[in-house]
């Protein structure tokens, strides 16, 4: 039944990657101006600009192109970016690691802090410090984050000299440069994520703090630490990683905000600038990473609240 | 001789408080004394504070209430004055609670073991070594299924009574001096509360601790209270040993209960129609129909529920549907009602085939066909008033609106004997009862041909169940509607149903007119129901557990069969090599009255005369002695 359920999503998440690849795909398309045109920019005469359009396979119907495209991709052969001729793996290598190392840092920071804030604000309801995250968070999640980096740059870096304003990467740093460097953009996006999902573990506890059998707990005289780690958070699971999923995709595609205030090349702001300069093979393929992300984030932590429902881990 | 006094509640006072800060007494000075190896029942209706009391007992309040007098010692130990850090050692380890439903007070992620043995570690009574054998011991003792190894499931892989006795293990587990029970058998069917009653019977005297007992239920306090104290409106209206209470109650309020306990279903009991509303061609009727859940393959659902039924309701008629939780009598009203397409068979309204699926239905077949639902507090949105509640279907089937409207929600309110300001009320402000006349009221107001009633009194007290039924006689009386009502109930059932049909594990065992379901020859099933029905009577428990079909039907599980009998497994009567292997034939006793059985009515007859004669031997040693 579990792996039935579990393979289920999987093909579920397999049909949303193919549906989105199409729009990527027509949208990429119709969007104005042509990319032969781009190329030769003021040299174009009708002739050069079939001959590259024929070479760039350009005069295939639709459905062709689609699906050579897909298989390219499939295969990993993510093309040629057609503004400067270079191939997209290089451009998208160098900046995807750094993508990958910066939500990695921002999860790896926020999660844990995140899931104890929120398990300590649901212990104590109405106290002191559930008020101050409450309202903190709260408030957090209503500000725009360049604002929160533009506050953070004014203090830390303008005002107290600590940290550097950029996140500019030579690629030669050492490792406590490293994080020298990205500190900024790290408090930034750990502030950012985390509001979200202390606010949702806080809540998903209190949910269930609601049921008979937490009331039973007490009655048992199970203290309120034991009943909100055994008793209530095994039943919350399922929201707080779908919380937790949705705000990793998040930092993976929709930094680009934060990555332009602090000069920080990650995939986003490559898309970006792609966008900018009609590079479709180049969106084409950002598109397509961060849409695989979604659905792979999505995916775990559906297949974890399937795992952390007994009912389905143990059927009858 | 006097036993040692464990408990004693002296002038105990539980009030709450509103959001307008307006405080209203709930307990209003209650005392009573427990004794070491007694069970005292607290017994009333709802809101007569009998659970706030139990609870107290716990140094415990329900959110919104505060302790605002009294005392209540334990051993000595005043549990309203106790400090919040000792209140959770007294819990679970000094008084341990048990509550009405086991389905909701286990925590589905959590396997039942440690959930059993939790309290007793904690409080540092025992090793989880210790504890582990002493639950082994326990589920041995309530006479649990496989007891070495029902700790390591998760509470939905074990049946509601396992899991109501499972929750007296928890609670015993940490050898409480005290136990407080909530209800603990209401919800049952009354095959398994029997099974249950007894268990927690031999525990609490093989653990000789302590109980406090709080139902409304006096034939069930008759069975296993030692001291009764009654409670109306917080206060208490009286109090003495069962025998006392139950042979010679003094209280008026005690005698009302006494009279709402629901009779033992017999024959005579049930109401007939007026002659006015009588057609022939019945009102709904369900030919050859077979039904179930996860989908239809190959014109047979994939876990098939319901087989080979056939229900006729006459029209005004009140056809009565009984059986044990999952036999499949909610399914049966939900395809009448459309909302589970049959697999295969027909439903025919008034002699006209309808679809299956509701979406297809025609307005004034769904406005024929009303569904009213068991639980008032869900069925209710509780953000409309009930004006615009009952104004709905008005609108929708009959295009009513404002002042047409307006008179119709009034006339359908008095219909339900509801006062006409209630129009305006929302459904939280409302009773238990009250909220039930409006989930009616509301298919009513459709102008319906047929009402399917889901457990519609199940959860109400006996007495306010009691007037759901009046109303529902007199509401028949008056609309020549028909119902079907469904309940798990026979008392309920056979004091105001036309018809009975029994079904069991998806089939119909047996139907027929009221009278003639409840006067022998009895399906073999029919007479496990009948004879499980508790009597307000001390020693009738022991009595019960003596006879024949209670000794091989009472704790096993209902098994799904398309082969044979269902049956089979449960019954004292069976043929072997016979019933498991082929359907039972329809038997037909009289015009409409239907047994299915191998057995000959003849054979169903002689049984019941040995039954007869072995009671008459019974009566007549007690004389001799």
């Known amino acids: 039944m579990m792996t039935k359920m579990v393979l289920r999503r999987v093909a579920i998440g397999f049909a949303t990657l193919i549906v989105v690849s199409i729009i990527v795909f027509v949208m990429t398309s119709i969007l104005p101006g042509d990319v032969a045109q781009i190329i030769l920019g003021q ?53 995807l690691g750094n993508t990958m190392v910066m939500s990695g840092l921002v999860a790896v920071i926020s999660i844990p802090i995140s899931i104890a804030l929120g398990l300590w604000a649901a212990m104590h309801p109405g106290a002191l410090l559930d008020r101050i995250v409450t309202f903190g968070t709260l408030s957090l999640i209503s500000v725009p984050e360049f604002f929160i980096a533009t506050i953070l740059v004014l203090i830390l870096a303008v005002e107290l000299h600590w940290l550097p304003s950029t996140a500019y990467l030579t690629g030669e740093e050492t490792f406590l440069e490293l994080l020298r460097a990205l500190a900024m953009p790290l408090i930034t996006l750990v502030i950012v994520v985390s509001a979200q999902m202390i606010r949702m573990t806080r809540a998903g506890i209190l949910n269930v703090m609601s049921s008979p059998y937490i009331e039973m707990a007490i009655l048992k005289g199970v203290p309120r630490r034991r009943i909100i780690l055994r008793h209530a958070f095994f039943n919350a699971i399922g929201p707080i990683v779908n919380v937790i999923a949705l705000n990793l995709a998040y930092l993976v595609s929709g930094v680009v905000v934060v990555e332009t205030i602090f000069s920080y090349p990650g995939l986003a702001k490559l898309m970006i600038d792609g966008v900018q300069t009609r590079d479709l093979p180049l969106v084409q393929a950002c598109a397509m990473i961060f849409c695989s992300t979604y659905v792979l984030l999505i995916l775990l932590a559906d297949v974890a609240s399937i795992m952390s429902n007994p009912r389905l881990r143990n059927p009858k | 001789m006097q036993k040692e006094k464990l408990a004693e509640v002296k002038d105990l006072k539980i009030y709450a408080k509103n959001d307008d800060g307006d405080i209203i007494p709930i307990v209003k000075g209650v005392s009573f004394d427990i004794h070491k190896g007694e069970v005292v029942a607290l017994i009333g209706e709802s809101g007569s504070g009998k659970t706030t009391i139990s609870l107290a007992s716990l140094a415990y309040t329900k959110p919104g209430l505060y302790f605002a007098g009294g005392e209540l010692l334990v051993d000595g130990e005043d549990m309203l004055k106790a400090e919040p850090l000792r209140t959770r050692e007294i819990r679970g380890s000094k008084v341990a609670y048990l509550a009405q439903s086991a389905a909701a007070t286990f925590n589905p992620a959590i396997t039942i073991g440690e959930q059993v043995t939790e309290s007793a570690v904690l409080h540092g009574k025992l090793s989880q070594g210790e504890a582990n054998k002493r639950a082994v011991e326990l589920y041995h003792a309530l006479e649990l299924p496989d007891p070495e190894r029902i700790g390591f ?192 068979g027909t439903v025919e309204l008034d002699d006209v085939e309808l679809e299956g699926d509701l979406r297809n239905r025609r307005l004034e077949e769904l406005q024929k066909v009303q569904f009213v639902f068991q639980m008032a507090d869900t069925a209710l949105n509780p953000k409309q008033v009930i004006g615009d509640i009952i104004g709905r279907p008005l609108e929708f089937y009959h295009g009513l609106k404002g002042k047409q409207k307006h008179a119709k929600v009034m006339e359908i309110l008095e219909m339900v004997e509801l006062p006409a300001d209630f129009a305006s009320r929302y459904p939280m402000e409302l009773s238990g009862g009250q909220k039930q006349r409006i989930n009616m009221a509301r298919s009513l107001a459709a102008n319906p041909e047929v009402m399917l009633c889901d457990e519609v009194t199940s959860a109400l007290d006996s007495i306010v169940g009691a007037n759901v039924i009046r109303l529902l006689t007199a509401l028949r009386d008056r609309t020549g509607v028909s119902f079907v009502f469904i309940s798990h109930d026979l008392s309920t059932v056979a004091s105001f149903a036309d018809e009975i049909v029994v079904l069991y594990a998806g089939r119909i065992v047996e139907q027929g007119p009221t009278d003639e379901v409840l006067m022998p020859p009895y399906h073999p099933y029919t007479r496990l129901l009948i004879s499980s029905v508790p009597e307000l009577r001390i020693g009738w428990l022991e009595d019960t557990m003596q006879k024949r079909e209670m000794a091989v039907g009472i704790a096993k599980d209902v098994e799904i069969t398309s082969v044979g009998c269902p049956f089979f497994n449960r019954c004292p009567m069976g043929i072997e090599g016979t019933c498991e292997k082929q359907n039972p034939p329809i038997r037909e006793l009289s015009s409409g009255h239907e047994i299915s059985c191998h057995r000959t009515v003849e054979e169903l007859e002689e049984v019941e005369l040995e039954v007869q004669m072995a009671l008459g031997q019974e009566n007549a040693d007690k004389l001799v002695v």
């Open chain 1, 43 to 95: 040299s174009a005469t009708p002739e050069t600009l079939a001959a590259l359009r024929k070479e760039l396979g350009m005069d295939q119907p639709g459905y062709v192109r689609y699906f050579q495209w897909l298989g390219n991709m499939a295969t990993g052969d993510l093309g040629i970016s057609k503004a400067g001729g270079a191939t997209i793996e290089s451009l998208i290598s160098g900046r």
């Open chain 2, 153 to 344: 499931r998760y509470p939905h892989q074990v049946s509601g009574g396992q899991l109501q006795r499972l929750m007296a293990a928890m609670a015993l587990c940490g050898k409480p001096d005290l136990m407080v029970l909530d209800e603990p058998t209401t919800a049952l069917d009354v095959t398994t509360q029997i099974e249950v009653l007894k268990a927690f019977k031999k525990v609490i005297h093989e653990e000789n601790s302590a109980a406090v007992y709080v139902t409304h239920d006096l034939s069930v306090v008759a069975q296993i209270a030692d001291y009764i104290v009654v409670l109306y409106g917080g206060e208490v209206m009286e109090q003495g040993t069962a025998d006392e209470i139950i042979n010679n109650p003094g209280h008026v309020y005690t005698q009302r209960l006494m009279a709402a306990v629901r009779p033992k279903p017999q024959a005579g009991l049930g109401s007939s129609v007026g002659v006015e509303h009588e057609r022939d061609i019945p009102a709904i009727r369900i030919k050859d129909m077979t039904a179930g859940y996860g989908g239809i393959v190959n014109g047979e659902p994939k876990i098939p529920i319901l087989q080979d039924i056939n229900v006729s309701v006459k029209n005004g008629h009140v056809v009565g549907v009984i059986g044990e939780s999952g036999c499949g009598k909610s399914t049966l009203a939900r395809v009448m009602a459309g909302l589970l397409p049959q697999a295969h």
